[in-house]
């Protein structure tokens, strides 16, 4: 998507050969106009799919599900939660998960409530680098006995894993923009 690789370029900047930084406008500072342009695209992509829930987990992917849901007729978003809180339900799904940016593993829980059987799922989430979170999601969908119609990702870092293990897989993976490289002067390179 031209319109996401641009704003990468020119408001994005790489730290390192790993970290992306995109808090101008996808993480942080939201530009709610790329996240209609991205939902228009993810629509395209997953026409016909019969999505009728998107699943995320927070917090960065709670934001772009809440504009993707418009073009889903306005599906309902369910995130996983990372931290247990008294407002929880006691009846959830659990999946493992290990986050790369802050170097913990922590469990992500789904109410029972929100996501059930016969529902077709479609994931949405910011980046896509190891893939886990994508797992533990995945995980959560199957628990549930739902149907994975697919993974929607805006940012996925080509150069690690988590792509490549997802489609090899099975699983349809749309990522907006593919970063394959992110060199030591700090270009970025897309697929």
């Keep these: 998507m031209d319109l996401l690789k641009q704003k990468i370029v020119e408001e994005g900047s790489a730290s390192g050969k790993e970290i992306l930084k995109v808090d101008a406008f996808l993480n942080h500072q939201l530009d709610v106009r790329l996240f209609e342009a991205m939902g228009e695209e993810f629509a395209r ?12 987990i927070e917090t960065s992917g709670i934001a772009i599900a809440a504009v993707v849901a418009k ?7 369910v995130f996983g939660k990372k931290n247990v809180s008294l ?14 940016t802050k170097q913990t593993t922590y469990q992500v829980m789904v109410s029972k409530k929100y996501l059930n ?4 799922v479609l994931i949405i989430d910011d980046f896509l680098a190891n893939g886990k979170a994508v797992e533990a999601l ?6 549930a ?11 996925e870092k080509g150069f690690q894993k988590g792509g490549k293990e997802l489609r090899n897989a099975g699983v349809k ?5 593919i970063v394959q490289e992110m060199k030591e002067d700090g270009t970025i390179v897309f697929d």
């Design 145 to 155: 006995g739902a149907t994975l119609v697919g993974v929607g990702i805006a940012i």
């Design 138 to 143: 995945k995980d959560i969908v199957e628990q």
């Design 173 to 177: 993976l749309e990522s907006l923009a």
């Design 117 to 120: 059987a016969g529902d077709r």
């Design 87 to 100: 407002n929880l339900d006691k009846e959830i799904y659990t999946s493992e998960v290990y986050s790369f």
């Design 71 to 77: 073009y889903f007729d306005y599906c309902p978003v």
């Design 45 to 56: 992509r997953f026409a016909g799919q019969g999505v009728n829930k998107l699943l995320t």
